[in-house]
């Protein structure tokens, strides 16, 4: 079978692993509050009735175009394309174009920051690999001025973080929807996740601050994820609602 991400990718270890997974997750969980179109999200009012899940929605999405033959990734981007098209006919206007590369962007640049913090750092061939991956994606969905090469991404990412994002009303209501389907200490623990993974001007924007206890423990939970005690840590990082899909993550996706 022709797969859309080969076996052996850099890609599938990233996003065939729950940690890893859990801190894009809590990368994105930072960006969507912030991102300028934010408000596309509202306007079908999935976000801000179960953040976790529409966030779920978008990893599980990912997970299955990695995994998936050809023919079954491109059946899901294409998918995904029809997704939003019926909301933009509902709405009555057209998601702009800058939003849809914001969120392809936000994929490869948590896959990347993600994998670094809790792995190795990434070879250059490697980041332009995952940067292919989505690139990819992002053209099947029809997306136009992507850029070629992982270098030629790079300041483009930056533009994109100081033009598209911004501290708004959406924002402080969407953290307190994440507190509120969370939980004091689980809301606590993303916000110490986040600190590790997202650029300094999300940081900054989001108040989160610099330190964080959990970056000097990450080399002995990596010595322990596969035992009990590292178990329990991943399943309390979100609600009991969420452990079947916190452990499937460690799994490749039966659709493949």
Do not use: C
Not at 33 to 54: I, M
Not at 83 to 89: F, P
Not at 176 to 182: D, N, S, V
């Amino acid at each position: 079978m022709e797969y859309f991400v080969k076996q052996g990718s850099v890609v599938r270890a990233i996003w065939g692993k729950a940690d890893t997974v859990l801190f894009i997750f809590a990368g994105a969980a930072a960006e969507f509050a912030l991102n300028k179109a934010v408000d596309w999200l509202y306007f079908t009012g999935r976000l801000p009735a179960d953040p976790l899940a529409r966030l779920f929605s978008t990893v599980e999405y990912a997970r299955r175009i990695v995994y998936s033959g050809q023919a079954e990734a491109e059946q899901a981007i294409d998918t995904i394309a029809a997704i939003h098209g019926a909301v933009e006919a509902q709405r009555g206007m057209a998601i702009p174009d800058w939003a849809y590369r914001d969120v392809l962007f936000l994929l490869i640049d948590y896959s990347i920051r993600s994998f670094e913090v809790l792995e190795r750092p990434l070879t250059l061939a490697e980041k332009q690999e995952i940067f292919d991956v989505f690139a990819r994606v992002g053209r099947r969905m029809g997306m136009v001025n992507l850029p070629h090469t992982y270098a030629e991404w790079l300041p483009i990412r930056q533009q994109h973080l100081a033009a598209d994002l911004e501290h708004s009303r959406f924002t402080a209501d969407l953290y307190q929807q994440y507190r509120k389907h969370l939980g004091p200490f689980r809301y606590w623990l993303l916000r110490h996740a986040q600190r590790l993974v997202v650029p300094v001007h999300v940081r900054n924007l989001l108040h989160l601050g610099s330190g964080s206890w959990v970056r000097p423990v990450l080399p002995l939970y990596r010595l322990t994820q596969q035992l009990p005690p590292g178990r329990w840590a991943k399943a309390a990082l979100l609600p009991p609602d969420y452990k079947a899909h916190i452990l499937a993550l460690d799994q490749e996706p039966a659709l493949r």
